[in-house]
């Protein structure tokens, strides 16, 4: 969906997937070696974004993820900007109201913003992979009704200046300590245009497991092109 958003608030843009998509589950024959393959190829040249933009005429892939950095490291290089997609349950514009009418109401809440979520031992890898291809990278934060959106040189600010941050170690992310930052550090570049409806999926895996999910259907973004240029392309 943000793919998609990008490229109508910016039809000069092409949008590459190139972050890692493998589906494989640990207990396949291939998943040990496929796994040890990708943590290797991160040690050496750094974290992979989702996404990499590219001026609509360049010459390159809709999909560049199941290629080696070994191949495409040029290519790669000459891209415009790299993002790293996060998504979240919340609506970010209704929690940010609900927060300011108890502050109103003199209500003692929570943590008044949803946040931009970097887990600390992403940074190393990130840097290394910002220091190795020299392509500004952002992260944008997808919520249900709002996209926001950071560069990840405004990342390494915030940390370095002290403040403005905390660091937790929430469940959702098997308690690794994660450095939280503000979505109002950001800034909007988009707002939904729909919300999702749910269906449910069912996948038997090769051993006769059952999994059951519900996967979003539907919805859509819709980016503000002045916005999003600012971040990506600061």
């Not at 038997?204 to 503000?224: N, S």
Request: with cysteine; glycine share 6%.
């Amino acid at each position: 969906m943000l793919s998609a958003a990008i490229v109508s608030a910016l039809p000069e843009w092409k949008v590459v997937q190139y972050g890692n998509t493998d589906t494989i589950a640990a207990g396949h024959p291939e998943f040990k070696a496929r796994y040890l393959a990708g943590l290797e190829e991160t040690r050496l040249f750094g974290k992979r974004p989702d996404l990499l933009v590219f001026p609509k005429s360049f010459a390159v892939n809709s999909n560049l993820s199941e290629l080696r950095h070994t191949e495409i490291e040029s290519l790669v290089k000459q891209a415009s900007a790299a993002v790293e997609v996060r998504s979240s349950k919340f609506e970010a514009l209704k929690y940010m109201a609900v927060r300011q009418k108890q502050r109103d109401d003199g209500e003692k809440g929570g943590r008044e913003t949803p946040s931009f979520t970097v887990k600390v031992e992403d940074l190393v890898i990130v840097y290394r992979w910002l220091e190795r291809h020299r392509v500004s990278q952002s992260y944008c934060q997808v919520f249900f009704d709002s996209v926001f959106a950071i560069n990840f040189l405004d990342i390494f600010a915030t940390i370095a200046s002290g403040e403005g941050f905390s660091i937790e170690t929430p469940a959702k992310s098997q308690e690794k300590a994660t450095i939280m930052i503000p979505i109002t550090c950001g800034i909007q570049v988009g707002k939904a245009t729909g919300l999702p409806t749910f269906a449910a999926e069912h996948h038997v895996t090769k051993l006769g497991r059952h999994d059951a999910y519900v996967v979003p259907q539907g919805g859509g973004f819709e980016l503000d092109a002045a916005a999003i240029k600012q971040v990506l392309l600061p």
